[in-house]
């Protein structure tokens, strides 16, 4: 777990860093304690499986590290409400969930997660050792029927790309994409009273190339907060 805080100083809010600051150590130790929960021999098989690639070669190699990547979702589990044992227990869908770390951490806390993300061999495998519901969904603008099916109390998604700003062809969302993705998304799959969190969101970085003022100006109009990348929804009018 070394280097869990230094790292987590990329964020970008004052309030992210207060958080941070004040909930340290808790999150230090439930990474530790999710770290103990990992079956590390079946980990070491998938790490020994892609052991001769390189980042170059295969950019998910980075996920083959838990413990680097538990301490990141032990803090999202914290900032976003979701590690209070022996609370209300709650139906979670992660969107773009690579290989599940924060579905896993989330179901150590008693919810019940499905994650879902395009396919990759590798991510699977990972997903299969860490024992989440991860399903194969390609996330576009013209909002193809998911592998999931009910409605939600949270739904996430983290640094995002689905937007159409990754690639070597980019194509990014419009306002009107955005409206039709969060619309179906949130009529059929949210529950009363539920959230939506996203960040990552090109469209609503001042400083990104993809900066579009037409998406930031109808997600407010529709009721979502947004700032910093990021889109939180409680309501969508």
């Known amino acids: 777990m070394q280097g869990w805080f230094i790292r987590y100083f990329r964020t970008k809010t004052l309030y992210d860093y207060w958080f941070l600051l004040t909930r340290s150590f808790r999150i230090h130790r ?19 499986r892609y052991a001769s690639k390189t980042r170059a070669e295969n950019p998910w190699l980075r996920f083959l590290k838990p ?24 139906r979670h869908l992660d969107l773009g969930t690579g290989p599940g770390y924060f579905c896993f951490v989330c179901s150590s806390y008693g919810h019940e ?4 993300d395009i396919e990759v061999p590798l991510l699977a495998r990972v997903a299969e050792v860490l024992g989440v519901d991860r399903r194969i969904w390609t996330i576009d603008r013209e909002c193809t029927p998911p592998p999931f099916s009910g409605k939600f109390d949270v ?11 990754i690639g070597k062809q980019p194509d990014p969302w419009r306002a009107e994409d955005w409206e039709r993705f969060l619309t179906f998304l949130l009529s059929n799959h949210l529950a009363d ?3 939506v969190v996203i960040t990552g969101v090109r469209s609503c970085l001042s400083s ?4 579009d003022p037409k998406v930031v100006d109808l997600l407010r109009s529709r009721g979502a907060r947004v700032g910093q990348g990021k889109i939180e929804i409680s309501e969508w009018r």
Do not use: P, W
């Open 193 to 195: 009273g539920g959230r």
């Open 30 to 48: 439930d990474g530790k304690r999710l770290l103990a929960e990992i079956d590390h021999d079946a980990m070491k098989h998938v790490q020994d």
């Open 155 to 165: 739904i996430t998604a983290f640094q995002i790309g689905f937007d159409g700003t």
């Open 208 to 211: 990104s190339k993809f900066f």
């Open 113 to 116: 997660t499905i994650g879902v």
């Open 67 to 90: 413990e680097e990547n538990l301490s990141r979702e032990a803090f999202r589990a914290h900032r976003y409400g979701m590690c209070e044992r022996g609370g209300r227990n709650l």
